[in-house]
């Protein structure tokens, strides 16, 4: 196999060591341009891509596959939205990615993570730590809400939503369950839940799972919403008016819908620095040094498969 790893890897210890023991392997976790990185699949007769979307401004397609010897995609993550799919099977590129995979299932850090933005939000706590920075000691602005005395609504039932449920109910929260927007249930999670938690993939069906419709189904007084699932889950627009209208009481999201372009135009960043109650982190939810690891060596091993 000739390797080019388009990903940092070298904060997980053996990963690199590993790739290289399979075949021939170029490491180019920095490069960006489409150009380049062509020329670089052409010029080594390279035959595996192996990256992740967390750094990846481009999306996989002909641009790069075009006349080279590719037969092989490695994204270590669940989603796959970087890529086109369609390319690759109309060209028979095998992708390999950790969606539904078993052992990566296991890795709670997404979870945690959601459940982190969801006390955070709850809490102030971005806005207190700012205060106290600046010299102030008042608590009054700050008083937030009791996540054990809340009921919270998860959309999408896979592992990271079943885990991020099982955490509200052990801090004592009511939690109610929605896996389609076609169910009952999901009317009863708009208007019943005071968070709401996103937990589905990024489809064709569920683009914009969260929009005008569905925010107006928010129980009177508004809901929080968290999102740790991909940007496009939600109409970005339809939430900054919902906050605007108190719909919405406040967004905490790890993603954003272009997360590959310029992002100081993306509506919810330039809401935030307006002073609404918004909570943006860089797409960090699943990147810990023991997920990564598992999710890595998991994704090497599923590669080592195909030779």
């Known amino acids: 196999?000739?390797?080019?790893?388009?990903?940092?890897?070298?904060?997980?210890?053996?990963?690199?060591?590993?790739?290289?023991?399979?075949?021939?392997?170029?490491?180019?976790?920095?490069?960006?341009?489409?150009?380049?990185?062509?020329?670089?699949?052409?010029?080594?007769?390279?035959?595996?891509l192996?990256?992740?979307?967390?750094?990846?401004?481009?999306?996989?397609?002909d641009n790069l596959l075009d006349g080279t010897s590719v037969q092989i995609i490695v994204t270590v993550s669940r989603g796959t939205n970087h890529i086109d799919m369609d390319y690759c099977e109309q060209n028979s590129i095998g992708v390999i990615h950790l969606n539904r995979d078993p052992v990566v299932a296991r890795n709670s850090a997404t979870?945690?993570?959601a459940l982190a933005l969801t006390l955070a939000l709850l809490k102030k706590l971005p806005q207190a730590y700012d205060s106290v920075k600046n010299g102030e000691w008042d608590y009054s602005p700050f008083i937030?809400?009791?996540?054990?005395?809340?009921?919270?609504?998860?959309?999408?039932?896979?592992?990271?939503?079943?885990?991020?449920?099982?955490?509200?109910r052990a801090i004592g929260s009511v939690v109610l369950e929605c896996t389609s927007q076609t169910s009952g249930s999901?009317?009863?999670?708009?208007?019943?839940?005071?968070?709401?938690?996103?937990?589905?993939?990024?489809?064709e069906q569920n683009y914009h799972f969260v929009d005008v419709l569905a925010i107006k189904k928010v129980k009177g007084g508004g809901a929080f919403i968290i999102n740790t699932s991909r940007g496009e889950i939600v109409d970005e627009e339809a939430i900054v008016?919902?906050?605007?209208?108190?719909?919405?009481?406040?967004?905490?999201?790890?993603v954003l819908s272009n997360e590959k372009e310029d992002i100081s135009n993306n509506v919810i960043v330039k809401a935030q620095k307006e002073g609404l109650?918004?909570?943006?982190?860089?797409?960090?939810?699943?990147?810990?040094?023991?997920?990564?690891?598992?999710?890595?060596?998991?994704?090497?091993?599923l590669l080592e498969r195909q030779k």
């Open 50 to 61: 192996y990256i992740n979307p967390n750094k990846q401004r481009y999306v996989i397609g």
């Open 1 to 48: 196999m000739n390797i080019l790893c388009l990903t940092p890897v070298d904060h997980v210890h053996g990963v690199r060591a590993k790739l290289s023991s399979l075949g021939k392997l170029v490491y180019a976790p920095l490069e960006t341009n489409v150009l380049l990185i062509k020329d670089m699949i052409v010029s080594n007769g390279i035959s595996v």
């Open 277 to 301: 109650n918004i909570i943006i982190t860089p797409h960090i939810a699943g990147t810990c040094f023991e997920s990564a690891e598992v999710a890595h060596f998991r994704a090497i091993e």
């Open 144 to 168: 937030g809400h009791q996540l054990s005395s809340l009921t919270v609504g998860v959309i999408g039932m896979g592992s990271l939503g079943s885990m991020y449920a099982s955490y509200c």
């Open 241 to 254: 008016n919902g906050l605007r209208s108190g719909q919405i009481k406040g967004y905490a999201t790890d």
């Open 186 to 203: 999901f009317e009863n999670v708009m208007s019943c839940s005071d968070v709401i938690s996103l937990h589905i993939p990024l489809t």
């Open 111 to 113: 979870a945690e993570h």
